[in-house]
């Protein structure tokens, strides 16, 4: 926005004040929200048209053009540009240049307005030349401005852009800084929107937004950003701070309740967003199976899409039932035309009998449907549909297609595992270079399944709108989605296969937070320490600790280092005991402290002899390893939150049985060397011993219960304190290839 200097005093003749299609203003309120100034430097190579597609693709409704170094051919051919990128999905104005404007508009381009400093052409004139329907912003941050804004007729200009709120590299000329609290003055004052811009950051966006302004203007916070999108995405959940996702599920309707849109809106508001939904469907059902199906017509079905556009930014969209070819080509045009941010695609195409829900011409159109998608929630029948391969029963494989659909329409895939039969009902996320994550779970004996996948994939849509990642997303709505599938039964609802209980845990608990069950946490933190524990297992160290090729000099070394922790961990172990809430706990603690003590430094004493490691004997340096290691839990144990310091404490179990576990299995199974005459035998069956696996499964459930019955704040800090112990194991095994 150009630096301010005297409002130009010219009068033209008065614009209309109204504006737009159909009467109504073509700038809504929240298209301000997020507004983008292009900046040909600091976008880089990539070159700005490619941060602003990320950007509108991010959020951003509005994109101004600024390139003071370019002539006015090369103004009208980056405004081309930019019409053919944006593509409808956001607002277009060009900083100053209205002859451009004009030229582009001749073009063919698709640009709705200008924006114009203190020094430039008279809003006046700009309204004449460009129309009632185009989009004039206009500098100021002076009384003397506001002045000059009130005398010029309605509908003018459509929004002052205020700054700068602090000094900024990009713009060498700028005003005085005017501050959070200058800008809140200003506003009061204006009779416009106003649009904060300078220096703004994400600590900035809720302040100015409680300071009154109607949107924040950001140069280099996106186009300097690695990830415009990301980066937009973090600064409209900033501004929406103290609001909720806004998610859009287009699906059929169930009267029963249990699936469909009834489904959506309730999985939507439990994950904490404010839903809306698009009928795409009528269906008559129950809990035992569908009857009838009423297709309103496709004219219809857009109609309730724009209206919704029209008014509301929408975060997130979920998609379930397509009835048909037409239907999905329509909501795929609106889908190019609008680009959510989020779109999760759940694809309804195979019944629980095993029929196909669609005919071949729907079948096509929802595949050329899937890459407008970012993440797909197929169950094991419908991803071999969409791979065009046999269904299959095999987890491997189910992932392997997983990956190939994944490669070939650049979204994620969910791949549910509940069709694999048995104990088991895992869930992977998969990539087009493969498993980002893989969630582990039993399956939950119950009939009460009906409407699982609509609300999966809504809750999915509603968490990743929140800015969680992938990931996250889908462990978090895993847990509250098993929990409401535990509690199903208790709803008594139809003879069939019931709903499940969306609310049971905001109704057990009486609050909104959802929490997961302690098993469903037990399995993502063990999934995601996956990378670390593969990590270990490559480690030269333990592979040939397991064949008995390992160096006596390197095991008496990594023994010296486990010494001079168990020493400290046994310090922390009894701090754990005292901070424990309930006795069980405590005495748990207290004697794992114990055995640390006494079991395992004897144990060490042993193999260490004949310089041992009793009082005055053992002279070992810890290495670097060893004391981050310590120093993390020492960290944890002065925090002095119980929770945090358990969850920092339960690597060392967890990981040591797993890994002396599978080492003693490798070392026993060894047909040339009985398992005794192995040279660390004694060390693999302390670590393999089933009191030691009990002490872990306890562990475990302590810290787990802990971390379920916890607020999700305190529960993220127990995973990430559970990880960075995670991290610190893998490196202090690695430490051992190095030190000896």
Not at 29 to 46: E, H, K, M, N, Q
Not at 119 to 125: F, R
Not at 352 to 375: I, V
Not at 445 to 451: D, E, V
Request: aromatic share 6%; proline share 7%; glycine share 10%.
């Amino acid at each position: 926005m150009t630096a301010p200097d005297v409002l130009t005093a010219e009068r033209a003749p008065a614009a209309a004040p109204t504006r737009g299609r159909a009467g109504t203003p073509r700038l809504r309120t929240d298209d301000l929200a997020l507004y983008l100034v292009t900046d040909p430097a600091l976008s880089g190579a990539r070159g700005v048209p490619a941060v602003v597609e990320a950007a509108v693709a991010g959020g951003v409704r509005i994109v101004q053009l600024r390139d003071k170094d370019a002539d006015d051919a090369a103004i009208v051919a980056q405004l081309i540009e930019l019409s053919q990128v944006i593509a409808g999905r956001a607002l277009l104005v060009v900083d100053d240049r209205l002859d451009a404007v004009l030229e582009a508009q001749r073009r063919g381009a698709r640009v709705d307005g200008i924006h114009i400093g203190q020094s430039d052409v008279s809003p006046l004139v700009a309204r004449s030349v460009l129309g009632p329907d185009a989009i004039i912003g206009l500098t100021a941050n002076r009384p003397a401005h506001l002045e000059a804004v009130r005398a010029l007729p309605a509908g003018t200009v459509d929004y002052l852009g205020v700054g700068v709120i602090h000094p900024t590299a990009t713009k060498s000329d700028h005003p005085p800084e005017l501050g959070v609290a200058g800008f809140a003055a200003f506003a009061a004052e204006s009779p416009l929107p106003c649009v904060a811009i300078g220096g703004i950051g994400r600590d900035d966006v809720a302040p100015l937004r409680a300071a009154g302004a109607a949107g924040i203007a950001v140069v280099s916070a996106l186009c300097a950003a690695p990830d415009p999108q990301a980066a937009a995405r973090t600064l409209l959940r900033a501004w929406g701070a103290g609001g909720v996702p806004r998610v859009l599920s287009i699906a059929g309707s169930d009267p029963s309740g249990g699936a469909g849109i009834q489904a959506d809106l309730k999985a939507i508001a439990a994950n904490g967003g404010y839903g809306m939904a698009v009928i795409t469907a009528l269906t008559a059902q129950n809990t035992r199976g569908v009857t009838d199906v009423h297709v309103p017509p496709v004219a219809f079905l857009r109609a309730q899409l724009d209206a919704i556009a029209d008014d509301v930014r929408i975060d997130a969209v979920k998609i379930g039932m397509l009835a048909g070819a037409a239907v999905i080509g329509e909501v795929a045009s609106w889908l190019r035309a609008h680009r959510p941010p989020t779109v999760v695609l759940d694809p309804v195409m195979v019944a629980t009998s095993g029929d196909r829900l669609l005919d071949a011409e729907a079948e096509q159109a929802l595949r050329a449907l899937l890459p407008l998608a970012d993440l797909l929630t197929p169950n094991l029948p419908e991803l071999a549909v969409l791979v065009g391969e046999p269904e299959t029963r095999r987890w491997d494989d189910a992932l392997a297609q997983a990956q190939r659909l994944s490669a070939r329409t650049g979204a994620l895939v969910l791949v549910k595992g509940g069709h694999l039969g048995g104990d088991e009902a895992p869930d992977a996320l998969v990539s087009p270079t493969g498993v980002l994550r893989e969630y582990p779970g039993a399956r939950i004996p119950t009939t009460s399944t009906h409407g699982t996948g609509c609300s999966l994939s809504a809750g999915l849509a509603t968490r990743r709108a929140a800015d969680h990642d992938w990931r996250d997303a889908v462990a978090g709505t895993r847990g509250w989605l098993r929990e409401s599938i535990d509690a199903g039964a208790a709803l008594q609802v139809g003879s069939g296969h019931g709903p499940v209980s969306h609310f049971a845990g905001l109704w057990a608990r009486g609050g909104i937070e959802t929490a997961p069950q302690a098993e469903t946490i037990a399995a993502d933190w063990w999934a995601s320490i996956a990378p670390i524990r593969g990590a270990i297992d490559e480690l030269p160290f333990l592979r040939r600790m397991a064949d008995g090729t390992l160096p006596t000099p390197a095991f008496r070394w990594y023994l010296a280092q486990d010494a001079l922790y168990l020493r400290e961990y046994a310090r922390t172990l009894a701090e754990a005991a005292r901070l424990a809430p309930l006795p069980a706990e405590q005495a748990f603690w207290a004697h794992s402290a114990e055995q640390s003590v006494i079991g395992e430094l004897q144990l060490h004493a042993s193999a260490l002899s004949p310089e041992g490691i009793g009082a005055g004997t053992f002279r070992a340096e810890p290495a670097p390893a060893t004391i981050a290691y310590l120093d993390h839990l020492r960290a944890a144990a002065f925090d002095g939150h119980y929770g945090v310091l358990i969850a920092a404490l339960l690597p060392c179990f967890w990981l040591y049985s797993d890994v002396g576990v599978r080492l003693q299995a490798a070392a026993a199974g060894d047909p040339a060397r009985p398992f005794a005459e192995h040279p660390f035998h004694e060390w693999l069956e302390e670590y393999a011993d089933p009191a030691f696996a009990e002490a872990t499964a306890e562990a475990i459930r302590i810290v787990t219960a802990h971390a379920a019955a916890a607020d999700a704040p305190t529960r993220e800090r127990m995973r990430i304190a559970f990880i960075r112990s995670s991290e610190h194991e893998r490196a202090f095994f690695a430490a051992a290839d190095l030190g000896a």
